[in-house]
């Protein structure tokens, strides 16, 4: 659930409002944020407050190495990392735009102290006055996991937010986190935003970088080794020595010398040198010899965790009633697993042979527990810390590998393909497969005997471990065995030859993936510039299609750049050409960059019809005009649309025929190609009057859709949906609401799959469907409910591209308040005609909120002075955008205005000097080029709303409003309910 008005401003008699996720009786909350839910209610993510580590450990942890080294602990003194902080420090202090988000990718190997220079700088920007957050990865939270987590930085400096295992994320969790709210309610009241990311590998963050585009100043730092100079190891580990010295009261444990070899790469860590500081200690305080290299020290402490199971195992009454074995299984699984709700925890121990019923189940999870305290006490199976001691462990426990003195056990060889294997994909793949590939770069045995095993056993698995790459000097390289990434990368080939004839649209997201991850080493080995201009030109398809247009626009203008550079004579180089120009100039679209957008599909038609030989390239042809005429729709050339688009229809007509329903191989492309451009058009003729043609080009499309195979239309849902919503609102505008209801749901229902799995190419037009549908739907609770929705979806998509969206928001927040007045006088709760205000809005700066009748009854003030005041809140803003008025507001407000016009008031007229002044006359020149000018206009007046007097949708251009109520009324009803002081009705 999400309460109205989240960005609402401290102080000022604003309220403070909380959104709360609820399931299963237990609820989350979280205040000035939004909690976004898959649709199974699990949470993408939780936000929740930094709290800093305590640093004081317990008693008994000199027993259990693993609690020492946490990082989360801070047992250790921050040490050996000032020049880092400090660079940390001046990236959030920037005196730069504070409009604007400000994000860092920080990243580099396990056990180098990312998590721990995190969590340092975090409590040293809590005391310079920072609000600090984390954003915990739904995966890693349980579903019972609840409270409530105020994300205001009131009167802080500014706001801080963590994530950490970063890279970890799939990139569209990422999408939603930085669509949350809490970013533009804060940068909006002047908080300066700062994003700490922290990822093991840089793999990932041109994607992210990507995705953020130009909302954020982006940067990304590699957090280096320790430096072998000037002895800052020796200080590391010295101070580490103190620590462990005097927590074993052993003081004379205090000046051992670094055991450790300086060449090893693993002295460069800090859990290395950390570990090597606590086994030296350790070893003297039992009187063993400590080991001497980092394989040695993994042995060596893991020996004495085992040693901690043993110990409570053994304890009697007081111990656990679980085996060491029983311990050490437990904390295998958990290590794989990570936490998890109890559920999947016991679950887990089913399939790893562990626990047979639930009773043995509870028990063998409350000794576990007792060892690995959750973090959370919802959760189940706390895993081993730190992570990369956590994958040592996991690869000395299975069989093959050859450190002297830890034994394996053959028990452990079976249990990830149990965990991971046999039917649907486990939550925790993502984080077992993350550290198995972690395992397998430094133990060869884990690679060829699980690893390998389990990708070619089910493909899929690779997908979480193919951004993170070996090192060209990686140990694994030197085995003369294939390594863990040319493995990996080798899967990945395999299965993106296999998914050439059509991409799923679910599955989108993992492809495009794949085909970035393969591209700079297809490229290497592509014979020409063609073939290089054809790969650039494929992987710009796959990221349009997943909505990462900005680095899709990249890639396609270098497949241009390169076929220009070859003969314009040779048909084959028209063909390349056309087709990337066409490619080139949708995903400038998508990117927000229509004028642009246009020049490049002009330039396609322009190449094809100086040297194309029809009929061979009808095909092509067809598709660069059904383009160009989308683009010229889009920005405002509407005739023209309508003829190139005719053209490309008749193109296609002619180039595909035969029974929909049995298309052979290499002509369904074209066939869904040729639906689309029908639909399309059929939108065109409906925003240009020929109500009866538009509807017959529509069902049409729809009939052809529909005739297709059903592995063709799943591979082309996308394009199917948007059919549908066309063929909806072709209903819609000639009037047949009821008929409109089927085609919008189904359109929704699919658009809303689609987004789940890419919301960047699919969450806009999900909105679009849903407005749709709820304008059509008779049945008013499940309209406002829908309605509801839509404006939601628009409201996170208009910060980033208003001029788009914030229209359609201004039609969802109108129609939102409509049906709750309309259910409102069904219940007999009010008698008067409402006051049109929305539910949700995208920012504090709101043109509705000072535009619109607020409350009922309606303000005393005219609306003169209503325009007076927005202009100058506008004006004192520096003119934002976001001031401009869309939906009613628009609507009222340019009416009056025309009225004013049209009157040609005396100069000495109060209204007719407000309608004079140059900011007045500046900010409605501004309202109607947010809308797009006349074409914007002449498309809002052909939007149908309801009349709340008569119940009755007409066109906006059939309607009036009272300037002073904010009210629809068509010309029946006006005088209903409008006898104020000053009601004055416009349109």
């Not at 659930?1 to 609820?22: D, F, L």
């Not at 030296?280 to 001497?292: C, I, T, W």
């Not at 649209?505 to 290089?532: C, G, Q, T």
């Not at 120009?581 to 019809?609: I, P």
């Amino acid at each position: 659930m999400t309460s109205p008005e989240p960005w609402a401003a401290e102080g000022r008699g604003a309220r403070t409002v909380q959104n709360v996720y609820a399931f299963g009786g237990f609820a989350y909350g979280a205040i000035n944020a939004d909690v976004h839910v898959h649709g199974d209610g699990h949470p993408v993510y939780l936000l929740e407050e930094h709290r800093p580590p305590a640093g004081i450990p317990g008693p008994a942890w000199v027993d259990q190495p693993s609690r020492l080294l946490n990082a989360r602990s801070a047992v250790v003194p921050f040490t050996g990392r000032e020049a880092e902080l400090r660079a940390l420090e001046d990236w959030r202090d920037d005196d730069g735009d504070d409009s604007v988000l400000s994000v860092r990718w920080l990243f580099g190997p396990g056990g180098r102290g990312k998590s721990r220079l995190a969590d340092h700088f975090a409590a040293a920007s809590t005391a310079r006055g920072w609000k600090t957050v984390v954003a915990r990865h739904g995966s890693s939270v349980s579903w019972e996991a609840q409270g409530s987590h105020d994300a205001r930085p009131g009167d802080r400096t500014g706001l801080l937010v963590l994530v950490d295992y970063a890279d970890r994320w799939p990139l569209h969790d990422l999408t939603w986190l930085f669509a949350n709210s809490l970013f533009p309610n804060s940068l909006g009241r002047g908080v300066p935003v700062r994003v700490l990311l922290l990822a093991r590998t840089v793999e990932l963050w041109p994607a992210v970088q990507s995705m953020l585009g130009d909302r954020a100043v982006a940067s990304a730092r590699e957090l280096g080794a320790v430096p072998d100079t000037q002895g800052a190891r020796e200080r590391v580990f010295a101070a580490a020595q103190s620590r462990f010295a005097e927590l074993y009261r052993l003081p004379e444990a205090a000046s051992t010398a670094l055991p450790l070899p300086h060449d090893h790469p693993d002295s460069g860590l800090f859990l290395t040198l950390h570990m090597a500081a606590l086994a030296g200690v350790d070893a003297l305080a039992h009187g063993r010899r400590p080991p001497k290299d980092p394989a040695g020290l993994t042995a060596y402490l893991l020996h004495r965790e085992r040693e901690s199971w043993e110990r409570l195992s053994e304890g009697g009454a007081g111990g656990a009633g679980s085996t060491t074995e029983a311990l050490a299984g437990a904390a295998f699984v958990a290590a794989l697993t990570g936490a998890t709700d109890w559920d999947h925890g016991a679950g887990a121990l089913a399939k790893a042979r562990l626990a047979d019923d639930p009773a043995a189940a509870r028990s063998l999870l409350a000794d576990h527990a007792r060892c690995y305290p959750p973090l959370d006490p919802a959760t189940v199976l706390e895993p081993l810390y730190p992570d990369r001691l956590a994958e040592d462990f996991v690869a000395l426990c299975l069989p093959g590998h050859e450190v002297a003195g830890y034994r394996a056990d053959p028990w452990a060889a079976a249990v990830p393909a149990a965990l991971l294997t046999g039917g649907q994909v486990p939550a925790y793949a993502l984080r077992a497969m993350t550290f198995l590939a972690a395992a397998a770069e430094r133990w060869p045995h884990v690679r060829t005997t699980v690893f390998h095993p389990l990708v070619m056993a089910d493909p899929r698995l690779a997908l979480p471990t193919h951004h993170t790459p070996l090192a060209p000097d990686s140990p694994s390289h030197a085995l003369g065995k294939q390594s863990t990434a040319d493995f990996i990368t080798g899967q990945l080939e395999i299965m993106d030859s296999q998914s050439m004839e059509g991409i799923r649209p679910e599955r989108a997201w993992d492809f495009a993936y794949y085909a970035v991850n393969l591209h700079e080493r297809r490229l290497a080995d592509a014979p020409d510039e063609r073939a290089r201009a054809k790969l650039h030109l494929s992987l710009a398809t796959r990221l349009a299609g997943i909505g990462r247009y900005q680095e899709a626009v990249a890639f396609c203008t270098q497949a241009v750049a390169r076929y220009r550079d070859r003969d314009p004579a040779d048909l084959s180089t028209t063909v390349d050409l056309t087709d990337a120009l066409t490619e080139l100039a949708r995903d400038l679209a998508g990117a927000g960059r229509s004028a642009e957008a246009v020049e490049a599909a002009a330039e396609a038609v322009g190449t094809w019809r100086a040297n194309a030989v029809p009929p061979l390239t009808d095909g092509l042809v067809a598709q660069t005009l059904a383009t160009y005429g989308d683009l010229l729709r889009e920005t405002g050339q509407r005739d023209e649309a309508v003829r190139v688009t005719e053209e490309a229809v008749a193109l296609y007509r002619s180039h595909v025929h035969g029974d929909f329903a049995d298309v052979k191989p290499g002509r369904w492309i074209s066939t869904v190609r040729f639906a689309s451009a029908l639909s399309n058009l059929g939108t065109m003729l409906r925003d240009t009057g020929g109500q009866r043609p538009a509807l017959e080009a529509c069902e049409e499309a729809v009939g052809i859709f529909r005739r297709l195979q059903l592995s063709v239309l799943a591979q082309h849902r996308d394009a199917y949906a948007r059919a549908l919503a066309q063929l909806s609102g072709a209903l819609l505008h000639a009037g047949r609401d009821a008929e409109a209801v089927d085609p919008a749901r189904e359109a929704a229902e699919i658009y809303r799959r689609l987004a789940a799995n890419s919301p960047e190419a699919h969450e806009a037009p999900l909105a679009g469907a849903l407005l749709t549908l709820a304008t059509c739907l008779s049945d008013p609770q499940e309209a406002l409910a829908t309605a509801e929705e839509a404006a939601e979806r628009f409201q996170r998509l208009a910060p980033a591209r208003p001029a788009e969206f914030m229209p359609p928001l201004g039609t969802a927040r109108d129609l939102v308040q409509q049906l709750i007045w309309k259910a409102d006088e069904d219940r007999g709760a009010r008698t008067t005609l409402p006051p049109v205000t929305p539910q949700t809005r995208p920012h504090p700066r709101d043109a509705d909120a000072v535009l619109l009748a607020e409350s009922d009854p309606p303000p005393t003030d005219p609306f003169e002075r209503r325009v007076a005041r927005l202009v100058e809140l506008w004006d004192s803003d520096g003119r934002h955008h976001e001031w401009l008025a869309t939906g009613t507001a628009f609507f009222i407000l340019n009416c009056w205005f025309m009225a004013s016009e049209r009157r040609g008031d005396p100069p000495g007229q109060r209204r007719s000097s407000l309608r004079g002044s140059p900011a007045v006359q500046d900010y409605v020149a501004a309202c109607r080029t947010a809308v797009e000018a006349t074409h914007g206009w002449a498309a809002m007046l052909r939007e149908r709303r309801r009349c709340p007097g008569c119940g009755h949708t007409w066109r906006l251009e059939n309607l009036q409003a009272c300037a002073w109520c904010s009210r629809y009324t068509c010309y029946e009803c006006q005088g209903i309910d409008h006898r104020g002081e000053f009601c004055e009705i416009v349109g």
